[in-house]
């Protein structure tokens, strides 16, 4: 019996992915545990095993395919004294059947439900999600797939266009025949898709004539970063606390440490920074925290995400229990994160689980700035460049002193400004006097 071959969920939260190499062709003889496939995430890159032998009878989904649903047939193997003619095509979902329409709908029909002239797309019956959307962003909008997309593309309010089809449906004809105006009404705000987030943006060619730029499509990293940051900015009530720290004594330290060290070790500030930021979570327990509807998860480690940029957006890597490892081990592990990642090699248990973010953009020359929060994450850290200022002491003399600015962006539904405070001032009195993080 042939042996169907799904797309695989590679993290807990996959729901779709890009099958974006095929490593077998049809007819070629499948072990187990052998390397079939290359799946694209929004974050990685990974490589599919076979789970079973046989010899592969048909490719149902070629490579290069965006937005593959987990568990969707992507091949079939045949076992022994099986040909390709015994692989069934994928069953198709069925609509529901669709009445001749004979007479108008009747007065008492719901308002909310289109009347039903036809087959709907398959796009929209194979996949129940787009169905819901639509009918929640455009319930009242009798409109045929093609011209909701014309409109779109042209900024028409649909809504001010009379439909020339079945039932006052609104055709492509009737959007091509209407003027460009204004994008759909923004009433009190931009318009809103169903989960809460701002529909698509769409360059009006009014503006931006279409050969003035080169449009590249969005790839799956993209899209989920854009979707959750809009998410987290527009869900998560977070505030900022801003410090100056004293970099001279860690800068000491880490020569030294470097100088004793192997020659393969070579310790970082921002080696230095996850150990101070891990520890200080250890001592101010209630910041290292998660907001759930069910309550707040205090998390009993330190696990540092460390924001690594890489074509196309950023990932964030995680030293999972920061606290307990020395500096050589967490740099070691850093190096190989950080490289894995740009090759976008990683895989999603290496990247999911920070109870804690770090985004350095120091080494970049950036003084100041304030992060977005990463979700479930109380907390992230933003690091500033280190530079010489003029720093007057407690006796009123004037030095030159290495200082750093570093502002905490915290979730105020589980940080408050004297937990956040507290934790900024554990992390600065580890970084001020780096031999603390030996006690």
């Known amino acids: 019996m042939p042996i169907n071959i799904t797309m ?13 190499k095929w490593l077998v062709k049809e007819g070629d003889t499948v072990k187990s545990g052998m390397i079939i496939a290359e799946i694209e995430t929004d974050k990685a890159t990974m490589e599919v095993e076979a789970v079973d032998e046989g010899r592969v009878g048909r490719i149902m989904v070629p ?27 994928p069953a198709k979902a069925q609509a529901a059947p669709v009445p001749k329409p004979s007479a108008p709908p009747v007065a008492s029909a ?42 779109a593309n042209r900024g028409i309010d649909l809504k001010a266009l009379k439909g020339s089809g079945p039932h006052g449906r ?22 809103m898709a169903a989960d809460g987030l701002i529909l698509p943006q769409i ?65 970082s500030v921002n080696d230095l920074l996850i150990k101070a930021a891990a520890l200080a979570l250890i001592d101010e327990p209630d910041c290292n925290a998660s907001y ?19 074509e196309g957006g950023l990932i964030t890597p995680v030293i999972f229990r920061a606290e307990g490892k020395g500096l050589a081990e967490i740099s070691e592990e850093m190096k190989d994160l950080a490289t894995r990642a740009r090759d976008r090699k990683l895989k999603p248990q290496e990247y999911m689980g920070g109870t804690f973010s770090i985004s350095n953009l120091g080494m970049f020359g950036i003084k100041s700035f304030a ?50 405070a507290k934790w900024l001032a554990a992390f600065r009195r580890y970084v001020e006097t780096p031999e603390a993080m030996l006690l």
């Open 170 to 191: 609104i055709i492509r004809r009737d959007v091509e025949n209407a003027k460009p105006g204004a994008a759909q009404p923004a009433q009190g705000g931009a318009p």
């Open 110 to 151: 719901s308002p909310l439900t289109p009347a039903k002239t036809g087959p709907r797309s398959s796009l929209a019956v194979l996949d129940p999600s787009l169905r819901r959307d639509e009918q929640n962003v455009c319930a009242r909008i009798m409109a045929s797939p093609l011209a909701k997309r014309i409109a």
């Open 63 to 89: 490579a290069g395919t965006e937005g593959v649903k987990v568990n969707a047939v992507i091949a079939v193997l045949l076992e022994e004294g099986e040909s390709a003619g015994d692989v069934k095509a």
């Open 203 to 267: 360059l009006d060619d009014r503006v931006y004539a279409p050969d003035t730029y080169e449009l590249k499509p969005l790839d799956g990293m993209r899209k989920t970063v854009a979707k959750r940051l809009t998410q987290s900015f527009m869900q998560v009530p977070h505030f900022p606390l801003n410090i100056d720290i004293m970099l001279d004594n860690l800068l000491e330290s880490r020569s030294a440490i470097n100088a004793a060290a192997p020659k393969d070790v070579k310790i």
């Open 292 to 310: 759930t509807d069910k309550g707040i998860a205090y998390h009993k480690h330190a696990n540092i995400s460390v924001a690594v940029a890489v």
């Open 371 to 420: 992060s977005i929060i990463n979700p479930p994450e109380g907390m992230i850290l933003s690091v500033g460049a280190g530079e010489k200022r003029a720093v007057v002491d407690e006796a009123g003399a004037i030095s030159a002193r290495t200082m750093m600015s570093v502002t905490l962006t915290c979730d105020h539904r589980v940080i408050g400004g004297a937990e956040g």
């Open 8 to 20: 695989p969920a590679l993290s807990p939260t996959m729901e779709e992915g890009t099958l974006a």
